[in-house]
């Protein structure tokens, strides 16, 4: 396929956590350019569609999953050479979400899996998706240190240890039990308590919601590299 002129795209790096692994969302190309390389999910903006919709109709049709996603465009990427198809400008967009399903494959894609970000071989991917996924998670790591994003991966009620799980998932690292409980519970409008438990290792647990506040003051930093 050639393109004329000039067109305009999104690709998504999706997130989620899969049995305690941050996963990223790859789909196998069925098509020329790259047929048969792993890329991120997306595709070309259909002429009557905004960005936001196409971004939401290509999670659709990978993920079947159309609510209860987080969805904020991450940047514009449009150096010449990028899509050897021609001229193409590609609006990436960030995507989370707690545990979802395994993907299907579109139409243009021999496969999709979820792939643990660990594992990715950022130099085998297709188009400039290596760069993409980088940008991607480097958003997600740091917007974890100054908002709220981390509830995003967690279900609509969730312990302190499932969303000390997120960060640890995402940060790569593993975070001081006491410590973080007390940060995120003296953190003003960070979580709210539902008055509700579960059980966890024979202990109850006190169940908790999001709250209210999106910009986290103090910060929950990163902790240096040891």
């Not at 196998?28 to 971004?55: C, H, M, N, S």
């Not at 999709?112 to 790591?141: M, S």
């Not at 202990?203 to 910009?215: E, N, S, T, Y």
Request: negative net charge.
């Amino acid at each position: 396929m050639s393109l004329q002129g000039f067109a305009v795209a999104v690709d998504l790096v999706v997130l989620t956590i899969r049995e305690d692994k941050l996963c990223v969302l790859l789909i196998e190309r069925g098509i020329e350019p790259f047929r048969g390389r792993w890329a991120l999910p997306g595709g070309f903006v259909l002429a009557d569609e905004g960005l936001e919709a196409a971004a939401h109709r290509e999670l659709a049709e990978e993920t079947g999953v159309s609510t209860g996603v987080h969805l904020e465009q991450l940047r514009s990427y449009g150096e010449p050479g990028r899509d050897p198809r021609g001229r193409v400008v590609s609006i990436a967009f960030l995507a989370l979400a707690p545990n979802l399903s395994d993907p299907r494959s579109g139409s243009d894609a021999a496969g999709a899996r979820w792939w643990p970000v660990a594992e990715v071989d950022e130099a085998a991917l297709a188009f400039d998706h290596a760069q993409i996924l980088a940008d991607g998670l480097e958003r997600a790591r740091g917007r974890l240190e100054y908002s709220a994003l981390a509830t995003a991966f967690c279900p609509p009620t969730f312990t302190i240890a499932q969303l000390r799980g997120v960060y640890e998932a995402v940060w790569g690292t593993t975070l001081d039990v006491r410590n973080f409980h007390r940060k995120v519970t003296k953190t003003p409008g960070f979580v709210e308590a539902t008055g509700e438990s579960i059980s966890a290792g024979g202990r109850p647990a006190q169940l908790f919601r999001p709250g209210p506040v999106q910009q986290l003051q103090p910060p929950i930093t990163r902790p240096e590299p040891g």
